[in-house]
């Protein structure tokens, strides 16, 4: 194993052929989406009516565990992937810690982050349905920018409405976005009718995902030919993310390597659904039994403390209800949290698989985790995303750890994007400006009232 080198590559041919879908291997599968109105499970025809019907497939699929990459996606995906496993050479020996550490990295693209996966995959099957227009959310900026860029590519219109206050404080995103030929809207704004509403009872708000994922539905469901889609969160979003785990899988078997500890920041969850994948199913067919660990904000600790319940995917409850841990879907992150991952809720697969103790999760302050991406930064090079350096904070604590007790333990973690667009943030942090805040009891409370009586 000493012969590591510090990147493990892949060859073009060895770009996965097929995603790959958890759910058939799990004991017990994650409760279905529920329509609000009649309290029964989705059916295929509802939800096609906001979302492209091979996705809607994808997300109900429960059976099929692998799902073959259309050759076009793949002629996409061949532009930024195979994405290299990098052995952190560097920072094991700042830390001086006996553990491996290997990083899959997911920045090496314009978006600056995995999000590039799913977009592909998504814009591809709406131009197969002959759909003309997308609308979608964006948070800090770069599923907006991963998504600009692949209805540039497959040729069709996107009308993006990005949290007002990301757009305000990253303009550059927004020009990104646009040099791509999508349109930017700063949301909540006046151009829907659930924008309006959430400006009357909430003047001056810097907006939210919720927010704005509630202006983009209504765009669709007042517009010909157009379709929604999410860059997190649902089921078909992490089955295109799988690609990074598959990657990463025959990277490390290449060299006979099998982690010991699986770390991904966790927003939505998507890109440590689609980590974490293959190396799930070995778990739970009892094959290995990797450490798997989800590291999200304490500012929205959706995992650690939020409730399991049904809830809404958005501010506006336009969305199906969704079973996952959830800080409610009128949880607003404090404004002075700079480090992404602000959505209120899981993943429903990741939120059963935590809830029946396949993975643990873990909160830290934003401070903590600036230090942990300047440290990396310093040592490996990469100016880590504000997101990713959540799990980055995770894997130097576990490394640690192993300092202290002598374990050489491998820790794989997912680098999911670069910060670039984030130095405000990082000014903040360099200049001691940066604060945490933790929500009180009673602050999470005030979320948990906007649950749906439902279960
Ligand atoms: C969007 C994003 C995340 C969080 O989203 P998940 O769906 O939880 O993966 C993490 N890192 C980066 C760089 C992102 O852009």
Not at 192 to 213: D, F, K, Y
Not at 370 to 386: D, H, K, M, N, S
Not at 390 to 396: C, F, K, M, N, S
């Amino acid at each position: 194993m000493s012969n590591v080198p510090y990147k493990i590559y892949l060859s073009e041919d060895e770009l996965p052929k097929a995603w790959f879908d958890i759910r058939p291997f799990m004991k017990e599968l994650p409760a279905p989406m529920l329509n609000p109105k009649t309290g029964k499970p989705c059916t295929r025809e509802e939800l096609s009516e906001i979302f492209c019907s091979d996705l809607v497939d994808q997300e109900l699929n429960t059976t099929e565990a692998y799902i073959a990459i259309p050759e076009e996606i793949r002629a996409f995906y061949r532009m930024f992937r195979p994405s290299p496993v990098v052995r952190a050479y560097c920072l094991e020996e700042m830390l001086g810690t006996p553990a491996h550490i290997y990083y899959k990295f997911e920045g090496s693209n314009t978006s600056g982050s995995h999000k590039l996966n799913s977009a592909a995959a998504q814009v591809y099957y709406a131009k197969k349905q002959g759909i003309k227009h997308l609308a979608t959310e964006t948070g800090a900026g770069q599923w907006g920018t991963a998504l600009a860029m692949a209805t540039a590519f497959f040729g069709l219109d996107l009308q993006v409405y990005m949290v007002k206050g990301s757009a305000e404080q990253k303009p550059h995103r927004k020009a990104v976005i646009e040099t791509y030929g999508a349109s930017v809207i700063p949301s909540p704004s006046d151009t829907t009718e659930v924008g309006r509403r959430i400006l009357e009872e909430h003047p001056g708000t810097s907006g939210s995902l919720g927010c704005a994922i509630s202006e983009a539905v209504e765009y669709v469901m007042t517009h010909e030919n157009s379709r929604y889609v999410l860059g997190s969160v649902l089921n078909h979003v992490l089955l295109h993310q799988s690609v990074i785990g598959l990657e990463a899988k025959a990277a490390l078997d290449k060299y006979g390597i099998s982690p010991d500890i699986i770390i991904g920041c966790a927003g939505g969850g998507s890109n440590l659904g689609g980590l974490i994948a293959p190396f799930m199913a070995d778990k739970i067919a009892g094959k290995t039994n990797p450490e798997v660990i989800a590291v999200e904000p304490a500012s929205c600790p959706s995992l650690t403390r939020g409730k399991y319940a049904y809830d809404f995917g958005d501010t506006g409850k336009m969305t199906p209800l969704m079973k996952m841990y959830t800080l409610g879907s009128g949880f607003i992150p404090a404004s002075n949290h700079a480090g992404g991952l602000r959505y209120h809720g899981m993943n429903s697969i990741l939120s059963k698989l935590y809830h029946d103790g396949y993975m643990t999760a873990r909160s830290y302050e934003q401070t903590k985790v600036f230090e942990a991406a300047v440290q990396f930064a310093r040592c490996e090079g990469t100016l880590p995303a504000p997101e990713s350096s959540h799990a980055i904070r995770a894997a130097i604590d576990e490394a640690l750890k192993c300092k202290e007790t002598g374990e050489q333990k491998t820790i794989l973690f997912g680098l999911t994007g670069t910060g670039y667009f984030d130095m405000p943030a990082y000014t903040q942090f360099n200049n001691g400006t940066m604060s945490d805040y933790i929500p009180t009891d009673a602050e999470l409370e005030h979320g948990f009232a906007s649950l749906p009586k439902i279960d």
